[in-house]
């Protein structure tokens, strides 16, 4: 970075501008697998205005950025650029407006899921969208994330009506509208959704929010098999059953999680987490619909989560699958799959990632979003171990191309970064030159966290 | 257009290629008020490979081509180009798949929405997006119709994951994928989709159906006063109570549509037309809560159309409102305006706009998808009678200005087409300028439906 532009950064910010390693460390990567890669500084900005200037100042000298929100992506997403800054979104935390008679809300991009359903607690409407960590919701924004309730609610392409974006050039646009509906031009929003900011900063976040259901019910249901859960959850979709969440964790994972989260009276067998928002009648037609497929199918009785608490501690042990992975051992990565088939596939897809996970003989306990064909392999490996990588690298390739044979994706939340480069290659090769013309027309000097999503040159 | 294309077309297109004047005359506009443009040649593409091969000679000679659907859009979105080719898509017309137990299939794009319901209807599944018109899907994609369904459906953009686009230099892609959800790459589907065929011709589309509900009620109820009706419209949505369908009439349009589709036992006051779609019982006890919220604002007792035909008259009566409206003069045409607003600012906007009719002395009944926030003035002018048009023009600007001060937007599903382009600069100007960069990215010599949403230079 020449001095000018650290110089000018430095009048603008002042102490919200840091050059030192540790400041530069922790923004270095997410959740992911990869090398912390350092970038040159770290700037905090609060306000639109101020992302603008460092986008301008950027441009101009051709500085590459990257945003930075509450670093929980998962394919290095968020990876430093040793040539570039890093503009950490996390000063811009304000709910800036709730408007709960139209379920809708305007917040800043780095306001966290959990913070604004804390916020929104007395309106009695709720942001539905839960991908297990407290994300950002311009983070989530960025990735396209969904997670376990996107089978009633889908996913944040679903629930954002309107963006702020700061796009390379220092513009600062307003997409979309609070309506429901707009057929008023190119759909700008969804093109920034999911661009993970190569095309430009999200900074604000126009969301639909739900009303809170009358009643929400939460179950668990042993199988025992596999097969046998997924079977259920894929029955349920395709009856149709008005239904919030179904959550499969597999038997490894079961065992993993009854430790990690001290889950009492609680079998490691493979089972289906359900929880059903409706009014108390239609949620109790919806369960014994769903009791009756899954006792079809071997699944045992429900054992019904009723307090708040009881709840809450159930879907916190899901939550903290990933940790519960990542705590098995000392200075072990964590890498998490996220193929997505359709539903009619799913039977097939994770029966088959479940043998060829012991096949290779990895650590790789299962869990999935299965009322939307998505799971996840959450692999644990050394990092010093270049024989295991080798075959995780192989399972992870094979997954693809199975997902792929299924009519697939090769991501159903989590995005590309810098690990799924070259997949996205092989899911839309004829979409990708389409893909770089638009990022060449709106990032000429290619600035916006170059090298994610696909390589431009 | 130089002949040596003209030849070219010939030889590959033979009887599907014509330059005759009343074919000619036959694709030359929409829906519209527009006088008809007529384009030097209509050509019908049977195949992606024949759209492709179109688009390139197009390109390669800088000729402007007009994508046609079934000719329903109402913004001038298909308005023929005097320099150009019109390409009708009505051979494109078949099923190509349908995957009942996933709830999708894939459809030529000039599938009309009333043929695929038929196609499915041993299925179980259905295609739940109704504009009123027999519109073609690939049409309703390019424009991001919804109409009377949205309410619980959503709209084309809710329904649609995936296309298969011809770009004008006639590369085919395809977009999307058949999961519930991906996170692959920039979001190609929703930005042609409400393209309007500026960016590419969209020629199949893979659209997510949804189960045919156990029960379907349907039912009209009168209000004192079209702010009552509303007023009940609005808290419905915000009671957050599951309705399938919640239609506007207010009392002039009563009075029409009871003449022409001789309803009978029907009263000329401001309706709701509601439908409920899920199990009987659910059904139930949404209604029991819709008749309470209606009756507290003055509304009278809820009217059944309980048999399948009885509910199918009800809907063809509200379907066919532009036509009664048409019907009411010879020589006469009809204009209809779209603004969508968030909706608690609809009782507001609603009755601003009844004023302003009465004001104007317009012969102007009003319809409205309220449960969106959606409604339309269907106006009836004489094109001959300038003053009257100057009129309409007073309030189309007065009712956009309106809108967008309420949070609104210009068009909540018929798009921009040459309509309301100068609105389009009202409402997002900021966007205008990326809209164009992608465009000229994507279509460098702008032969594609040029003139339409925006004006390049």
Chains 1, 2 share one sequence.
């Not at 935390?93 to 359903?117: G, H, M, P, W």
């Not at 942001?127 to 311009?138: K, N």
């Not at 190119?186 to 093109?191: A, F, I």
């Not at 094979?398 to 799924?420: M, N």
Request: net charge negative; hydrophobic share 35%.
């Amino acid at each position: 970075m020449n001095e000018l532009v650290q110089t000018e950064l430095k009048k603008i910010f002042n102490g919200r501008f840091s050059t030192s390693e540790s400041t530069r460390a922790n923004y270095a990567r997410g959740e992911d697998t990869y090398e912390p890669v350092l970038s040159q500084a770290v700037v905090f900005p609060e306000t639109n205005e101020e992302v603008s200037k460092i986008l301008k100042l950027c441009n101009e000298n051709k500085i590459p950025v990257v945003p930075f929100g509450t670093g929980t992506s998962l394919e290095g997403n968020a990876v430093g650029n040793s040539n570039g800054i890093t503009i950490s979104l996390e000063k811009m935390n304000k709910v800036l407006s709730v408007n709960a008679e139209d379920f809708d809300c305007r917040v800043q991009a780095n306001v966290t899921r959990k913070q604004l359903n804390e916020y929104l607690r007395e309106d009695g409407v709720f942001f539905p969208i839960d991908p297990g960590a407290d994300a950002a919701i311009g983070g989530m924004a960025s990735t396209s994330a969904s997670g376990t309730m996107a089978v009633k609610y889908g996913t944040m392409r679903t629930v954002i009506s309107g963006l702020t974006v700061v796009l390379a050039n220092g513009e600062i646009i307003k997409t979309g509208s609070r309506t429901k509906k707009s057929s008023a031009g190119y759909n700008l929003t969804n093109l920034f959704i999911g661009s993970e900011g190569t095309l430009g900063i999200i900074t604000e976040v126009q969301v639909r929010l739900s009303p809170i259901p009358e009643s929400i019910m939460s179950a668990v249901c042993y199988f025992p098999d596999l097969d046998s859960a997924v079977q259920t959850a894929q029955e349920v979709i395709q009856y149709g059953i008005p239904i919030a969440r179904i959550e499969m964790l597999n038997k490894d994972q079961m065992e993993i999680s009854i430790k990690y989260s001290k889950l009492e009276n609680i079998k490691a067998s493979p089972t289906l987490f359900f929880e059903f928002h409706g009014s108390e009648s239609s949620n109790k037609e919806a369960i014994k619909l769903v009791e009756e497929l899954s006792k079809n199918n071997g699944g045992g009785d429900f054992k019904w989560a009723v307090s708040l608490e009881e709840r809450n501690k159930l879907w916190q042990a899901r939550h903290d699958v990933y940790w519960s992975v990542k705590a098995l051992g000392n200075n072990m990565k964590v890498y998490s799959t996220d193929v997505c088939v359709p539903i009619s596939n799913l039977v097939e897809c994770i029966s088959w990632a479940e043998k060829e996970v012991k096949k290779h003989d990895l650590i790789a306990p299962m869990v999935g979003h299965v009322g939307d064909g998505n799971f996840h392999s959450i692999i644990l490996f050394d990092p010093n171990d270049k024989e295991k990588q080798k075959k995780i690298r192989k399972y992870s390739d094979d997954l693809i191309s199975k997902a792929l044979e299924l009519e697939g994706t090769i991501t159903g939340e989590h995005g590309i970064g810098l690990q799924k480069k070259h997949y996205l290659l092989k899911e839309h090769p004829d979409n990708i030159p389409v893909m770089k013309s638009i990022k060449r027309s709106l990032d000429e000097n290619n600035i916006m966290n170059p090298g994610k999503v696909f390589d431009l040159n």
